[in-house]
């Protein structure tokens, strides 16, 4: 049974930091590219970091490019969002995915966590 849990989410505000995490099971993780998606009411699911299954190469959304911050403990098999100077924004619930390549489209998901960026 594969399972991805997110963890970290909550209510900041803007200019804070939160460090979201995502546990994977099920899977060989270290052979899954992995993502972080977002979705805020009204919206539709974007994506916003990736990182390869070795953890060398990243790609950012232009929206969070300088301060989110994609990692992965292979070890661990836990996946890690590091989201700084967070704005209203970025309020949205967030989103781990698994993938079978890199920059591919998730095929498994966790359930999200909320983040909410208000004063």
């Known amino acids: 049974q594969v399972q991805l849990v997110e963890s970290g989410g909550g209510l900041v505000q803007p200019g804070g930091s939160l460090r979201l995490s995502c546990v994977v099971s099920?899977?060989?993780?270290?052979?899954?590219?992995m993502s972080w998606y977002r979705q805020a009411p009204g919206k539709e699911r974007e994506i916003v970091a990736a990182?390869?299954?070795?953890?060398?190469?990243?790609n950012y959304a232009d929206a969070v490019k300088g301060r989110f911050t994609i990692s992965r403990d292979n070890a661990k098999n836990m996946v890690y969002l590091q989201m700084n100077s967070l704005k209203p924004e970025d309020s949205a619930v967030y989103y781990c995915?698994?993938?079978?390549?890199?920059?591919?489209?998730?095929?498994?998901w966790g359930l999200g966590t909320q983040v909410t960026v208000s004063s």
């Open positions: 995915g698994a993938a079978w390549g890199y920059l591919s489209r998730p095929v498994y």
């Open positions: 990182i390869i299954s070795t953890g060398r190469n990243t």
């Open positions: 099920g899977v060989p993780f270290s052979s899954y590219g």
